[in-house]
């Protein structure tokens, strides 16, 4: 198991994640197993039940970097979240936080990889269906009606995301190329 702290007589920990709770304002957001930093596991013990991923992820806690012991400033330790991945931990992300403010930081990434096998196989189907669905749509209406409805539609997402908890989350930008960016039908110049 993971041992980052360059303070061994710090405490520390390491938390099996089986889940990744709502609020994110601690520790306590991530359920789990504890284990000592640098413990010697058999492998089977990183699925303690069947509530355990396929793919283990941990959190550690693994204390004050080195050049901080003697600092008088308010001291934030480091959290790391890592992968078990082909027999060794590979780290994903860390964040450093007094109290529990690092869990803001992890909890989304550990809550999109816990429940990465659960979305569907092919996401471009989706939104290709649903555009397909709105090309119908839009065909009925005149252009005024149309950007009044578009006007609405991102109302409507812009809400869904926010009530999704995607606040602050910067937007991946997507090529011009990209097909999920064309049309399902010819576009219409206007006359």
């Known amino acids: 198991m993971p041992n980052s702290s360059e303070h061994r007589g710090r405490l520390g920990y390491l938390k ?3 889940a990744v709770l709502p609020a994110a304002d601690s520790g306590f957001a991530f359920a789990g197993a504890f284990f000592r930093p640098g413990a010697l596991l058999d492998e089977s013990e990183l699925w303690p039940n069947n509530r355990y991923p396929p793919v ?9 970097p080195k050049h901080e012991w003697e600092s008088k400033r308010r001291a934030e ?3 790391i979240l890592w992968r078990y991945e082909q027999s060794e931990w590979v780290e994903i992300a860390r964040s450093r ?3 529990g403010s690092w869990a803001a930081d992890l909890a ?3 809550a999109r990889i816990l429940n990465s096998g659960k979305l569907p196989a092919d996401l471009s189907l989706v939104v ?7 090309d119908v749509e ?3 209406l005149d252009d005024a009606e149309r950007l009044s ?4 539609l991102h109302d409507a997402l812009s809400a869904r995301l926010v009530l999704g908890g995607w606040v602050g989350v910067a937007p991946t930008v997507r090529s011009s190329a990209d097909p999920l960016l064309s049309p399902t039908r010819p576009r219409r110049t206007p006359s």
């Open 149 to 152: 409805l578009l006007g609405k």
């Open 138 to 140: 839009l065909d009925y």
């Open 16 to 18: 099996l994640i089986c």
């Open 56 to 64: 283990p992820l941990l959190i550690e806690c693994a204390g004050l």
């Open 108 to 110: 989304p990434i550990a």
């Open 77 to 79: 330790d480091v959290y």
């Open 97 to 99: 936080g007094r109290h």
């Open 128 to 134: 290709l269906r649903v555009c397909k669905t709105l």
